[in-house]
């Protein structure tokens, strides 16, 4: 069992921890910062528990964002063998479906490139205007 500390002053005014035993004599004394400090690097078992408890609990988490990860990789590759054969019970023509597959991709870059065109113009033009000076001409010299 913790024995119970009472505190004081000592003559220089320095905070004291001092243990007594069942006499009521003093049987310890010490700096309240010594004591202070060296109960800081003890855990008490009530933080060790607590401690435990953590640990396995983000074991368990480590272990179910695994199984969630495994799991939509298995239905990502059953998707895929699906898709195969499919395709495999189903041949379309190879030259119908690879012309489909150039326009497609060529529609994709064109509207893509042709956007990006037209932003970096506007961007431009916004950067390339100066602000408009509104000062006075001077009269003309007199001579």
Excluded: C, W
């Amino acid at each position: 069992m913790a024995t119970r500390r009472t505190t004081m002053r000592s003559r220089s005014g320095t905070k004291l921890y001092a243990v007594r035993d069942e006499s009521g004599q003093f049987k310890d004394v010490q700096t309240y910062k010594r004591a202070h400090a060296a109960d800081l690097r003890h855990k008490s078992a009530a933080e060790k528990g607590t401690i435990e408890k953590r640990v396995r609990k983000a074991a368990s988490d480590a272990v179910k964002s695994v199984k969630s990860s495994v799991k939509g990789v298995l239905a990502s590759v059953e998707r895929t063998a699906k898709r195969a054969v499919k395709q495999v019970a189903n041949p379309q023509p190879a030259l119908k479906s690879a012309k489909k597959a150039v326009k497609a991709a060529t529609k994709k870059m064109t509207g893509k490139l042709a956007a990006k065109k037209t932003a970096k113009k506007t961007a431009k033009k916004v950067a390339r205007k100066p602000a408009k000076k509104t000062t006075r001409r001077s009269a003309a010299k007199k001579t």
